[in-house]
């Protein structure tokens, strides 16, 4: 299973781009790259995911790097109902499963 | 949408009783997770159903654990006899398929005494 490594906590200033950095040197070609976040006691939220190309929603922006061996998950305008714990996650080979690390807690500050 | 329904919210139980975790996933989702999360382990994926069909229990800690998924829109997680290091939180998450995104419920927090 590919591994991903991430900071274990982050601050950002409330109105500022919060831009949460993952590690996955492991990651095969057709594995997807996930990202979740959890805020305090409620289940996982799901936020965008993507394959090669950066991807954009509602939410965030994911970019990914040419190598795909990182990526970087971009919240343009944080508020305070923004502070959660962010899990990237690589999907494992071709199959459902999504396996959780320990994720970044960001803290975002008024 | 009513979203994955996870019952019940919160349970307490003695040591040695069975307990059952209800999930109902989100129509047309044929992917429905159980996931445990617990301070020291963090979030760990139990099992998983494709099509009501168990593919993956590796995740299952011990013969106690038991999940069964009869059709489409309802899944159990039964442990028996509990005991109080089951104490966590148990998410159930469905999705529509392969590179989608899961929705999780809103957990039902075991405590077992």
């Known amino acids: 299973d590919a591994k991903t490594t991430q900071p274990t906590s982050m601050d950002c200033a409330e109105g500022r781009a919060a831009n949460l950095p993952c590690n996955h040197s492991?990651?095969?070609?057709?594995?997807?790259v996930y990202w979740y976040r959890q805020i305090h006691s409620q289940g996982p939220q799901y936020i965008i995911h993507g394959l090669k190309n950066n991807e954009t929603n509602e939410m965030a922006s994911l970019i990914i790097t040419e190598d795909r061996k990182s990526s970087t998950l971009i919240l343009p305008h944080a508020t305070l109902r923004d502070t959660a714990v962010y899990y990237c996650i690589v999907r494992v080979g071709s199959t459902d499963k999504l396996i959780f690390g320990t994720g970044t807690r960001l803290q975002v500050f008024p | 949408d009513a979203g994955v329904i996870q019952s019940p919210r919160h349970e307490v139980t003695e040591m040695g009783q069975e307990v059952t975790l209800r999930c109902k996933p989100i129509?047309?989702?044929?992917?429905l997770f159980w996931y445990r999360q617990t301070m020291m382990r963090g979030l760990e994926l139990l099992i998983y159903?494709?099509?009501?069909?168990?593919?993956?229990d590796s995740g299952m800690p011990e013969d106690r654990f038991s999940a069964k998924m009869p059709n489409a829109s309802f899944s159990t997680l039964k442990i028996q006899p509990s005991e109080p290091r089951d104490s966590a939180v148990y998410f159930c998450?469905?999705?529509?398929?392969?590179?989608?995104?899961?929705?999780f419920g809103s957990g039902t927090r075991l405590t077992v005494v």
């Open positions: 129509s047309g989702h044929n992917s």
């Open positions: 492991t990651i095969s070609g057709n594995e997807y």
């Open positions: 159903f494709n099509n009501n069909v168990p593919i993956d």
């Open positions: 998450a469905s999705s529509p398929g392969t590179a989608y995104g899961y929705t």
